[in-house]
């Protein structure tokens, strides 16, 4: 079938999905609804997949709304892509919502929000001008607020939903504002006008839509200081919208900055990339450093998906230096580095929330001080879980690794091939990547050691359970993605390179392969074409090595039965070990905290509560933290809003003589002024 065919086809049956959803009060029904809009997903994907193997571009005018406001689609390279990245995690996310919402109340409409959150994502990827693209904007972000505040009778989910909402329109109003000076510019809302003439504009008129663009579509990427939303919402949604929401949602805004930077402009100004790295430098280890601090499964998870868009934004500001420089082969390393990262971290980052969304399922709680012992009781779970984790922790063999990799290779070519003055931004990048590695590998030591291994510290975690098989299929499905990511990585760029081209300017460079680039320095390599036989060669020795390290002693196990010495707890002195002499989350990353004592700035909150009808009580005694950015920054202007507020209210007194008065001089004032004219 035709591209257009099969994106048809994934409409179609994303609008089933929906209309079982509101019409549907069977649970077998609303199981049905899943699975179709499962089925859309997949068929969305096969359409850009055809498109990216085609390499053709789709231009379709719906209709006319109103007097020159046009809704237009597009499809091209970079549209399928980010389509397919969509695709390829919410086809598992709905295989495993089927079961996580099972006996969930309230769910007929969650799932109609669900599927058109999926319609609208749909729809920003294709949009084709300014006014498809706003509109889609504007519904996707209205729709995931439905979403995040699904549990809205917790107060701390509404404030969630609260602070989500005034962000993303604060981001959505510099996009407006951005949109409009492009019309005013160029003449027109359409995107391909805007890349044929964009370029062409003053140089200040682009620097300023970049700057309005990088506000409105950073803030819906969550870089800092406006990522404030993101450790909020994430935490508050259902694990399947978390899912979307961290892994999709949020590559809306790279995918706009992508479209600004490179179609719109071909590459724009140097300065541009010195601010998408700095930017992405500070986002990154900042991520890093508050996520490994968390006890809660979900907010660790949600800082680390700020310390990923660090890293991505990191590797668009060199790609954006370099090809200002004319470093045309360190520009496309790092964009392979930046697409196949956007296309890892939303595989494992969707499997991570699913695995949390499990053992909340299981063990009825995501507080890593009241878990432990899973992989015994939710062995599944614990395994699946440990390949996103590996994932995310960049370990070789496994997807986050090669974006990293890559990482490091372009920040390399930077230092030899950049000019002296840039050299230290390169130089400055690169052990940023390196301690940014260092600490997510830390919080994800603490995230699975502390849940799944250790003995149980509370009765729920010994009575967990494992979760259903629909959401363990879910989860299969994203780790072997991860595992793919990771044994295959030339294969798979070799799938989506057509979305860089056009990365240089006039895209007249070819785009290379990965061997070259990753298993040597020598850059000037650039332009060999990729045979594929670098990734088979490393895969066959990964296999090797999984073979050696798994198989042989599952296989020593089965002929010759277990080892016949007889064990004693690690560690245990002879002695009987208890969960009382683990270490807790806490403790365990208490030494990081006391490093950065300086940037945390912790301090000992002591509780007391003493015990109704006696004398003793109970002292609790807390860690609590500086938020730099929120108590910095936001707090001020909070206080800030609040008093203006007030001090408008007065003119608002109730009282009908004022309100005339006001309409009295509203009226003089306007005389005055048609008469001065």
Not at 186 to 210: C, H, N, P, R, Y
Not at 256 to 264: E, F, M, P
Not at 295 to 300: A, E, I, R, S, T
Not at 625 to 654: C, D, F, H, T, W
């Amino acid at each position: 079938m035709e591209t257009e065919t099969w994106l048809l086809a994934g409409f179609v049956f994303l609008i089933l999905a929906l209309a079982v959803f509101v019409s549907g009060r069977s649970p077998i029904l609303r199981k049905s609804g899943w699975w179709m809009s499962a089925a859309g997903c997949l068929a969305v994907g096969i359409a850009a997949i055809t498109v990216l193997l085609k390499g053709q571009t789709m231009a379709n005018k719906l209709w006319e709304v109103a007097p020159g406001v046009e809704l237009v689609l597009t499809v091209d390279a970079k549209s399928a892509f980010f389509l397919a990245v969509m695709a390829m995690t919410s086809f598992p996310v709905s295989l495993y919502a089927a079961s996580y919402y099972r006996d969930k109340a309230g769910i007929r409409v969650h799932g109609a929000l669900f599927v058109l959150f999926l319609a609208a994502m749909t729809m920003v990827f294709i949009a084709g001008n300014g006014w498809t693209f706003l509109i889609a904007w504007e519904t996707m972000s209205l729709l995931s607020f439905g979403l995040v505040v699904f549990d809205h009778e917790k107060s701390s989910v509404r404030r969630a939903g609260f602070i989500y909402a005034v962000m993303t329109h604060f981001g959505t109003l510099f996009l407006m504002i951005g949109f409009a000076f492009m019309y005013a510019w160029t003449g027109s809302f359409d995107f391909q006008e805007w890349s044929a003439v964009g370029s062409g504009i003053a140089a200040w008129k682009m620097s300023l839509i970049f700057l309005l663009a990088f506000i409105g579509f950073g803030t819906k990427a969550g870089i800092v200081p406006l990522h404030v939303w993101l450790p909020k919402a994430h935490p508050a949604a259902p694990a399947p919208v978390s899912a979307l929401m961290s892994a999709l949602m949020i590559k809306a805004g790279l995918y706009g900055i992508v479209r600004v930077v490179w179609d719109w402009f071909q590459g724009g100004e140097v300065w541009w990339g010195g601010v998408l790295l700095i930017i992405g430098m500070v986002t990154g280890l900042m991520g890093a450093l508050y996520g490994t601090i968390q006890n809660d499964m979900k907010q660790l998870l949600a800082y680390s998906s700020v310390e990923n868009m660090g890293i991505l934004f990191m590797l668009l500001g060199t790609a954006v230096i370099s090809a200002s420089f004319g470093s045309e082969a360190v520009s496309m390393l790092a964009a392979a580095g930046f697409f196949l990262h956007v296309l890892n971290h939303a595989v494992f980052k969707a499997l991570l929330f699913l695995g949390v969304g499990s053992v909340q399922h299981g063990a009825g709680t995501v507080q890593l001080n009241r878990l432990g012992g899973l992989i015994r009781t939710m062995p599944l779970t614990s395994g699946l879980f440990l390949a996103g984790a590996a994932g995310l922790a960049a370990i070789p063999m496994f997807s986050g690794f090669v974006g990293e990799w890559i990482g490091f290779q372009s920040f390399l070519g930077g230092i030899m091939a950049w000019p002296a003055v840039w050299k230290g931004f390169a130089v400055a990048a690169a052990a940023a990547l390196a301690m940014i590695g260092a600490i997510a590998a830390a919080g994800m030591m603490k995230a699975f050691g502390i849940a799944f291994l250790g003995k149980p510290r509370t009765e729920q975690s010994a009575n967990s359970h494992e979760a259903p098989s629909g959401m363990l299929i879910g989860m299969s499905l994203l780790s072997a993605g991860v595992l793919l990511g990771g044994l295959f990585p030339s294969m798979i760029w070799n799938w989506i390179k057509p979305a860089a081209v056009g990365w240089i300017s006039g895209g007249s460079v070819g785009i290379p392969g990965l061997r070259e680039w990753v298993w040597s320095t020598d850059l000037t390599k650039g332009t060999a074409g990729l045979t594929g036989t670098g990734s088979i060669a490393v895969a066959s020795y990964a296999l090797a090595a999984l073979f050696v390290a798994v198989l042989v002693p599952a296989l020593v196990r089965i002929f010759f039965g277990p080892s016949r010495i007889v064990k004693e707890e690690t560690w245990g002195c002879g002695h009987s070990l208890n969960e009382k002499m683990e270490y807790t989350a806490t403790s365990l990353t208490y030494p990081l905290l006391m490093f950065f004592s300086w940037f945390f700035q912790p301090q000992r909150v002591v509780i007391k509560s003493l015990v109704r009808g006696k004398d003793a009580g109970i002292v609790t005694v807390q860690t609590e933290i500086r938020r730099l950015i929120e108590q910095g920054v936001y707090a001020p202007l909070i206080r800030m809003a609040i008093g203006i507020s007030s001090k408008a209210r007065e003119i608002q007194n109730g009282r009908i003589q004022l309100y005339l008065a006001y309409v009295f001089a509203t009226i003089l004032v306007l005389l005055v002024v048609y008469t001065l004219r």
